[in-house]
């Protein structure tokens, strides 16, 4: 698959901390309730850590109490690419940047509570926060 933003595995080592990294591009997790979005209530956008690509909006952003934050829906379909992923034993739907290819998290059909019903259980490192409003 190829990608708007093509770096090489250097480039992405060089721009990147350890940690965003280790979940970017090679599909790690941070721990459980350790993001620094969980919580946030904050309006803005939210966007790929990795390129700045626009992902998710605050006003789909919601409190799922799994540990990380939760979006029921991205704010275009085209921001994301959804994926099967079958490690670990389990079968998941992956989401990545539409514009890097990066590893933001994963997505469940398991929020009634929301007008999709879809969890984008996302791993805060994976984001950076614009916040707007006055």
Known sequence: MTFPVDKTDEQWREELTPEEYAVLRQAGTEGPWTGEYNETKTEGVYSCRACGHELFRSDTKFDSH?????????????????????TLGMKRVEVLCSSCGSHLGHVFDDAPQTPTGDRFCMNSVSLRLAPTGD
């Open 66 to 86: 799994c540990g990380w934050p939760s979006f029921y829906a991205p704010s275009s379909e085209d921001n994301v690419i959804l994926r099967e992923d079958i």
